[in-house]
């Protein structure tokens, strides 16, 4: 028996089919038009920044000047401004992110009110860095600028529930951290990743003590000049578990703000691309796989949610003869520099009228006994074995035609005029009036006489003085 067809139901049949592609096709469009303009509507935006804080000389500007790939580093004062050249590949789109580097001196904390605004702190992210060639004042230098930025952004005056919304969004952060699967490349995890809902998310609870002192912001530890540790363990005899003891002590303060750490060098090249990459991914959620490094001591990276109390404990078996619990300046000490015992001497300079008082008796005491003494040699002065004292006359024959006696007429009249000129340096001091024509006088022919005496040397052995006549005792 031949089978009927109903016409009608074949023409419903036909005209649900086109109707079920014409869907189809609409779904297709509407989705490819929906990412095109996804893609289009989420550019990189401009108003991200990177805050840099730091000592003097502890690298900072070096530090961006390296991320910039600049080979010249220019360093300012004050609060510096400096950018880094963001691009998102797949998205084939650029952008500016600008750095503020602030001073290390007290006097610029207040110019980070041009750096972090109210508007602008959800989109600021804080650099630390400090000094590895110092590792005595790491801690000091951390406590110093986290109490600076937190004084700041009190001053800020930001609502109480924005506050709790970026505090919020940090613990997020810390707590939502995963695992890089080995092999996991940047462009898989871009691919891959979907937004986990709420209740897929597992949330794991803080330890108590990290995220103590939430301030908001993201914040990343940067230990610079890390090629120091060769140094120190040189010049400072530090051992292995002395560096441990210094990690653990950083890693510490870490937990509490959840921070991020890198060891990086810019003279070795050791970190900084990775610190780039990370600093990019916590601005603009870029994708990042890179997993923690521990094992290498100026090499160390460890992400904002990886560590614990019990990761930092695996230190402790390393450190046989330090406790953990001792405090940092007990380990970790500022080296003294000692000084010399010449440096140390103090010179005390004699005043200057016990000094011409001292010289007045030396002259009265030469005086009265003919000249015979030195004025310029005091009492008790002793001369080196085999030397005798220039105002006494030489024993050869020769000499003695050469020069006159001593005693004599000449030098009786020289420590006449030297004691005339101290009488009248001393009546200066002591009167404090207008000096007299009679103490000019004797200026005057004391600084003639002292003239004379330096131009007129004794002449050398074996010629005779034109003015000085042969002495009656020479033999003929």
């Given at each position: 028996m031949?089978?009927v067809v109903?016409?009608?139901?074949t023409?419903?049949?036909?005209?649900?089919?086109t109707?079920?592609?014409?869907?189809?096709?609409?779904?297709?469009?509407?989705?490819i038009?929906?990412?095109?303009?996804?893609r289009?509507?989420?550019?990189?935006?401009?108003?991200?920044?990177?805050?840099?804080?730091?000592e003097?000389?502890?690298?900072?500007?070096?530090?961006?000047?390296?991320?910039?790939n600049?080979?010249?580093?220019?360093?300012?004062?004050?609060?510096?401004?400096?950018?880094?050249?963001?691009?998102?590949?797949?998205?084939?789109d650029?952008?500016r992110?600008?750095?503020?580097?602030?001073?290390?001196?007290?006097?610029?904390?207040?110019?980070?009110?041009?750096a972090?605004?109210?508007?602008?702190?959800e989109?600021?992210?804080?650099?630390?860095?400090?000094?590895?060639?110092?590792?005595?004042?790491i801690?000091?230098?951390?406590?110093?600028h986290?109490?600076?930025?937190?004084?700041h952004?009190?001053?800020?005056?930001?609502?109480?529930?924005?506050m709790?919304?970026?505090?919020?969004?940090?613990?997020?952060?810390?707590?939502?951290?995963a695992?890089?699967?080995?092999?996991?490349t940047?462009?898989?995890?871009?691919?891959?990743?979907?937004?986990?809902?709420?209740?897929?998310?597992?949330?794991?609870?803080?330890?108590?003590?990290?995220l103590?002192?939430?301030?908001?912001?993201?914040?990343?530890?940067?230990?610079?000049?890390?090629d120091?540790?060769?140094a120190?363990?040189?010049?400072?005899?530090?051992?292995?578990?002395?560096?441990?003891?210094?990690q653990?002590?950083?890693?510490?303060?870490?937990?509490n703000?959840?921070?991020?750490?890198?060891?990086?060098?810019?003279?070795?090249?050791?970190?900084?691309?990775?610190?780039?990459?990370?600093?990019?991914?916590?601005?603009?959620?870029?994708p990042?796989?890179?997993?923690?490094?521990?094992?290498?001591?100026?090499?160390?990276?460890?992400?904002s949610?990886?560590?614990?109390?019990q990761?930092?404990?695996?230190?402790?078996?390393?450190?046989?003869?330090?406790?953990?619990?001792?405090e940092?300046?007990?380990?970790?000490?500022?080296?003294?520099?000692?000084k010399?015992?010449?440096?140390?001497?103090e010179?005390?300079?004699?005043?200057?009228?016990?000094?011409?008082?001292?010289?007045?008796?030396?002259?009265?005491?030469?005086?009265?006994?003919?000249?015979?003494?030195s004025p310029?040699?005091?009492?008790?002065?002793?001369?080196?074995?085999?030397?005798?004292?220039?105002?006494?006359?030489?024993?050869t024959?020769?000499?003695?035609?050469?020069?006159?006696?001593?005693?004599?007429?000449?030098?009786?009249?020289?420590?006449?005029?030297?004691?005339?000129?101290?009488?009248?340096?001393?009546?200066?001091?002591?009167?404090?009036?207008?000096?007299?024509?009679?103490?000019?006088?004797v200026?005057?022919?004391?600084?003639?006489?002292?003239?004379r005496?330096?131009k007129?040397?004794?002449?050398?052995?074996?010629?005779q003085?034109?003015?000085?006549?042969?002495?009656?005792?020479?033999?003929?």
């Open positions: 031949a089978q109903d016409p009608q139901s023409v419903s049949q036909t005209g649900n089919g109707e079920d592609d014409d869907d189809e096709q609409t779904n297709l469009w509407t989705s038009l929906s990412e095109v303009s996804s289009t509507s989420s550019k990189l935006p401009a108003c991200k920044s990177v805050i840099v804080l730091g003097d000389e502890s690298g900072k500007t070096t530090l961006i000047s390296r991320l910039q600049v080979e010249d580093p220019k360093k300012g004062f004050g609060l510096e401004y400096l950018y880094l050249d963001v691009t998102d590949e797949d998205r084939d650029t952008t992110c600008g750095v503020y580097i602030l001073g290390g001196e007290d006097d610029y904390q207040d110019l980070l009110r041009f972090i605004t109210p508007e602008s702190i989109h600021s992210l804080v650099l630390i860095v400090v000094d590895m060639s110092q590792p005595w004042n801690i000091d230098s951390l406590e110093k986290t109490r600076v930025l937190r004084r952004i009190d001053s800020l005056r930001i609502p109480p529930e924005q709790r919304d970026f505090e919020q969004r940090i613990v997020q952060h810390y707590q939502s951290y695992e890089p699967e080995e092999g996991q940047d462009t898989a995890r871009r691919t891959s990743s979907v937004p986990p809902t709420e209740d897929e998310m597992v949330v794991l609870p803080l330890g108590e003590t990290t103590t002192q939430n301030l908001g912001v993201p914040i990343i530890v940067v230990v610079s000049k890390s120091s540790v060769s120190l363990e040189k010049d400072h005899d530090y051992r292995e578990e002395h560096l441990d003891f210094l653990q002590h950083i890693r510490k303060f870490c937990l703000y959840g921070a991020a750490l890198f060891y990086s060098s810019v003279k070795e090249s050791k970190n900084c691309d990775l610190l780039y990459k990370y600093m990019i991914h916590r601005i603009y959620n870029f990042f796989s890179m997993p923690a490094h521990v094992v290498e001591k100026d090499a160390i990276f460890i992400p949610g990886w560590d614990s109390l990761k930092i404990s695996i230190l402790y078996e390393n450190m046989p003869n330090l406790s953990p619990d001792k940092f300046d007990e380990v970790i000490m500022k080296p003294i520099i000692r010399t015992a010449q440096e140390n001497k010179v005390a300079a004699e005043d200057e009228q016990t000094f011409l008082l001292r010289m007045q008796a030396v002259l009265s005491k030469t005086a009265s006994t003919g000249g015979k003494e310029q040699k005091s009492p008790g002065t002793r001369l080196p074995p085999g030397r005798t004292s220039p105002n006494v006359a030489n024993v024959p020769g000499a003695n035609r050469m020069r006159p006696e001593a005693g004599g007429p000449a030098a009786g009249t020289n420590e006449g005029v030297l004691a005339n000129f101290f009488n009248s340096l001393l009546s200066k001091k002591t009167a404090g009036g207008t000096p007299t024509k009679a103490s000019g006088a200026r005057s022919d004391a600084v003639a006489e002292l003239d005496m330096t007129g040397r004794k002449p050398a052995a074996g010629a003085s034109p003015t000085t006549p042969p002495s009656t005792n020479s033999t003929p």
